[in-house]
T-cell receptor, first 113, second 113 residues
Framework: AQSVSQHNHHVILSEAASLELGCNYSYGGTVNLFWYVQYPGQHLQLLLKYFSGDPLVKGIKGFEAEFIKSKFSFNLRKPSVQWSDTAEYFCALGNSGNTPLVFGKGTRLSVIA | GAGVSQTPSNKVTEKGKYVELRCDPISGHTALYWYRQSLGQGPEFLIYFQGTGAADDSGLPNDRFFAVRPEGSVSTLKIQRTERGDSAVYLC???????????FGEGSWLTVV
């Protein structure tokens, strides 16, 4: 069975601090990996995705994530966070078969001035 | 429309009542998904359709939950004899095909009192 673990439930950072949110998955086959973001009062939006190729993926708003197959990880990073990055971040796992995405429980990020 | 549309955005119902939630996916998307999100949790898969047929309904919690997509576009999630534990945000999403990027609607907030 597929599963996704997000280690941090709530992260609080000051503006300009660097961010890394952990995501580990469990699945033995070829994976597609996603990070979704949910800003307060808004719907889930795609931040970035990895299907194949370069394991370092760049997304919108300066976010990036690195797929490390040996560690079953897909951590999200941003060198310098802004107050507007305050949101809930969800890691999700898919595969090439006919199975829907499996989501982690999410990490709430609060950025303070 | 340009995005996934869900109605109603909010629904308050009494315990034991019947509820229908509607989803209009992005035009041309053949795969449609229903997820449920409770407070502090990630989206939990309920059911997904490929075209008109339910390709995977393994996430439906019990036989009070049912979903249809009769013409391969709009879908309706139906909940019979609602219980207070059914209170959650019901999310609909669509994609060109399963396993790929899915695009979410705003969700329908269901409160059972």
């Amino acid at each position: 069975a597929q599963s996704v673990s997000q280690h941090n439930h709530h992260v609080i950072l000051s503006e300009a601090a660097s961010l890394e949110l952990g995501c580990n998955y469990s699945y033995g086959g070829t994976v597609n990996l996603f990070w979704y973001v949910q800003y307060p009062g808004q719907h889930l939006q795609l931040l970035l995705k990895y299907f194949s190729g370069d394991p370092l993926v760049k997304g919108i708003k300066g976010f990036e994530a690195e797929f490390i197959k040996s560690k079953f990880s897909f951590n999200l990073r941003k060198p310098s966070v802004q107050w507007s990055d305050t949101a809930e971040y969800f890691c999700a796992l898919g595969n090439s078969g006919n199975t829907p995405l499996v989501f982690g429980k999410g990490t709430r990020l609060s950025v303070i001035a | 429309g340009a995005g996934v549309s869900q109605t109603p955005s909010n629904k308050v119902t009494e315990k034991g009542k019947y509820v229908e939630l509607r989803c209009d996916p992005i035009s041309g998307h053949t795969a449609l998904y229903w997820y449920r999100q409770s407070l502090g949790q990630g989206p939990e898969f309920l059911i997904y359709f490929q075209g008109t047929g339910a390709a995977d309904d393994s996430g439906l919690p019990n036989d009070r939950f049912f979903a249809v997509r009769p013409e391969g576009s709009v879908s309706t999630l139906k909940i019979q004899r609602t219980e207070r534990g059914d209170s959650a945000v019901y999310l609909c999403a669509s994609s060109f095909s399963s396993g790929n990027t899915i695009y979410f609607g705003e969700g329908s907030w269901l409160t059972v009192v």
